[in-house]
């Protein structure tokens, strides 16, 4: 079963109703001509244009940057709750190039060539996403579906616009991390947990992809257990 499907079919089992947004300059979206123009706040408004169009307010889940946008978010509007999946903390990213530097920097390279437009091999995906195996064919896939991020939104998570912490506390959230994770390694997880004040849940034998692992209905369980 293709993994994109699974996961809505595999919340509606459970009642719930899923949806998944484009952000801007991303996939076949508006303005992929000039995605480096859209920042953080832009993608913010990417979310309440389609969360405003739904039939209530829905749960926020967010994964890596994606969880970054989510907190950002919260700053200004309070949610059912939210869950960040290994998500690129409050404190921004340098933590992370900061890890990857001391740990992988050949990983920090090529993920670098990957964001500045030149391409990043195969197997440096495989490691910066998988912790579990992966089949050549879902691989490939990822790799032709990989696309550079705006700079300007990498700024506003390395320094310029970090969340403000205590307005996001108004909304209940659940921290998800990744035990073999490479970019947003554990420890970076529990920095996001202490935060905001909660205890983080690890899946120790996966990395930062975790809803695309073989295991990904371990997480994706969590989540509905957390919604009850």
């Known amino acids: 079963m293709v993994l994109g499907r699974a996961l809505p079919v595999f919340f509606a089992e459970a009642g719930h109703s899923a949806y998944a947004l484009s952000l801007s300059g991303h996939g076949a979206s508006r303005g992929r001509q000039h995605l480096d123009t859209f920042s953080i706040d832009d993608y913010v408004r990417d979310v309440c244009e389609v969360a405003d169009t739904l039939p209530s307010p829905p749960v926020l889940v967010g994964h890596s940057m994606g969880g970054f946008v989510v907190q950002k978010l919260l700053e200004e509007r309070t949610a059912p709750g939210a869950v960040l999946m290994c998500a690129v903390p409050p404190q921004g990213l340098l933590g992370s190039a900061m890890n990857m530097l001391m740990r992988r920097p050949d990983m920090?390279?090529?993920?670098?060539?990957?964001?500045?437009?030149?391409?990043?091999?195969?197997?440096?995906?495989?490691?910066?996403?998988?912790?579990?195996?992966?089949?050549?064919?879902?691989?490939?896939?990822?790799?032709?579906?990989?696309?550079?991020?705006?700079?300007?939104?990498?700024?506003?998570?390395?320094?310029?616009?970090?969340?403000?912490?205590?307005?996001?506390?108004?909304?209940?959230?659940l921290v998800l991390g990744a035990g073999?994770?490479?970019?947003?390694?554990?420890d970076l997880v529990e920095q996001t947990a202490q935060a905001y004040g909660v205890v983080p849940h690890f899946f120790n034998g996966m990395g930062h992809g975790m809803m695309l692992e073989q295991d990904w209905r371990l997480p994706a369980q969590a989540i509905i257990d957390w919604l009850k």
């Open 180 to 186: 073999r994770d490479h970019l947003i390694a554990p």
């Open 108 to 173: 920090l390279s090529d993920l670098g060539r990957l964001l500045g437009g030149s391409g990043a091999s195969r197997n440096t995906l495989r490691d910066a996403l998988f912790a579990q195996p992966v089949n050549e064919a879902a691989l490939e896939r990822y790799f032709r579906q990989s696309q550079t991020e705006s700079h300007r939104a990498l700024w506003d998570m390395s320094l310029f616009n970090l969340p403000a912490v205590r307005r996001v506390t108004r909304t209940p959230l």
